[in-house]
């Protein structure tokens, strides 16, 4: 199977580079498998669309102003990290609430003449950054120090949100809100769970009364979610890993569930990793069509990239042939595309 295999012509114009004004008013296109039978739907309707019994599993990280800017120490040379993930095995919210010296990061770095083991970089507010190893390909192992007490209250002051690198401006005001779902709780992604950006508390509430409840996984979204996957063999790519969880309240309520809906490829990757079982760990799972799927029984998910490993997850879900005619023809219509744009619901054919 080939990078080329997952491939999509999309005009540019339909990426969307706001939001709209109200979360749920984004369009839906349900998908059913196997048959392929598309309807245009508004995400507002969900209610109609599941039943009694069924099981919504959210991401409830919360993104991080992870984006520093800087300068070197010294020279004054321009600086840019992007933090990525501590080098223990914690969650971002964990590690970003130890005193700033005693974790190290993994972070994505540019620099005008480059970075070196030993630079020291300083930000806004007395954030200050040592490169302990430069590991190559712009990644780096740094540790920071602060007149803070927390590295999360030194980044509140220093960072600026990450927005994907298709959405063409800088951040604004409104995305410190609308770049966050209503319900997002750990503090410690770098892009955001977006298909639950759809969500209002008034629809969850809906949803209960319909029968429909919900609960919470996390996992610590990275920068690897908009990297298109290299030319050549899948078999060669290899995922970055990203902390995830399933508390023990969730995998009772999975227990109890006659369907389970996944709400997001994150939610996915997180489910089939740990088996819809109680636990935590690094993740690097890489969904392609042959995949096998113990957990979810339905998936609601945004407009993914082509070539992205995240479409390739969703047509393992759906169908390889299934998901590039139904993206086509979310193409044909208008549909808006990727973190700002509309979602995908996949289920099975009714029963006749």
């Known amino acids: 199977m080939l990078t080329s295999d997952f491939d999509f012509q999309l005009p540019p114009e339909l990426i969307a580079q706001t939001p709209l004004a109200a979360r749920d008013a984004s369009r839906l296109l349900v998908l059913r498998r196997p048959s392929g039978k598309i309807q245009h739907r508004r995400f507002a309707e969900l209610p109609a669309l599941l039943r009694k019994g069924d099981l919504l599993v959210l991401n409830d990280a919360r993104v991080i102003p992870a984006r520093l800017l800087g300068k ?54 007395g954030l200050r950054a040592e490169i302990v190893e430069a590991v190559g390909n712009g ?25 994907p690198p298709y959405i063409d401006r800088p951040p604004d005001a409104a995305d410190a809100e609308r770049y966050q779902t209503v319900f997002a709780r750990a503090k410690g992604s770098v892009a955001a769970p977006t298909a639950g950006l759809h969500f209002t508390p008034q629809l969850l509430a809906s949803l209960e009364e319909v029968g429909v409840r919900h609960a919470f996984v996390t996992l610590d979204v990275g920068p690897g979610t908009f990297l298109p996957v290299r030319e050549g063999a899948l078999s060669a790519h290899k ?12 995998a009772a309520a999975i227990e109890a ?96």
């Not at 995922?239 to 023990?248: D, G, K």
Request: net charge negative; charged share 20%.
């Open 72 to 125: 070197k120490v010294g020279t004054g040379g321009k600086v840019e990290l992007l933090l990525i993930r501590p080098v223990a095995q914690l969650l971002r919210a964990e590690a970003a609430l130890e005193a700033s010296a005693q974790v190290e990061w993994q972070c994505l770095g540019q620099a005008s003449k480059g970075l070196r083991a030993g630079a020291q970089v300083e930000f806004e507010g």
């Open 139 to 163: 990644d780096y192992v740094v540790r920071f120090t602060s007149p803070l007490a927390t590295l999360a209250a030194a980044l509140e002051r220093a960072g600026r949100l990450p927005l």
């Open 257 to 352: 569930a006659q369907r389970v809906v996944a709400v997001g490829t994150t939610v996915v990757r997180t489910l089939e990793s740990l088996g819809g079982e109680a636990g935590e760990l690094d993740t690097s799972l890489f969904i392609l069509p042959g995949f096998k799927f113990e957990v979810v029984g339905a998936l609601l998910t945004n407009f993914h990239l082509p070539r992205s490993t995240l479409l390739m997850l969703v047509s393992a879900f759906a169908g390889r042939e299934q998901t590039l005619a139904a993206y086509a023809e979310a193409v044909e219509e208008r549909y808006r595309f990727f973190s700002y744009g509309d979602a995908m619901f996949i289920e099975d054919d009714s029963p006749e």
């Open 239 to 250: 995922m970055h890993a990203e902390r995830c969880s399933v508390p023990a309240q969730t």
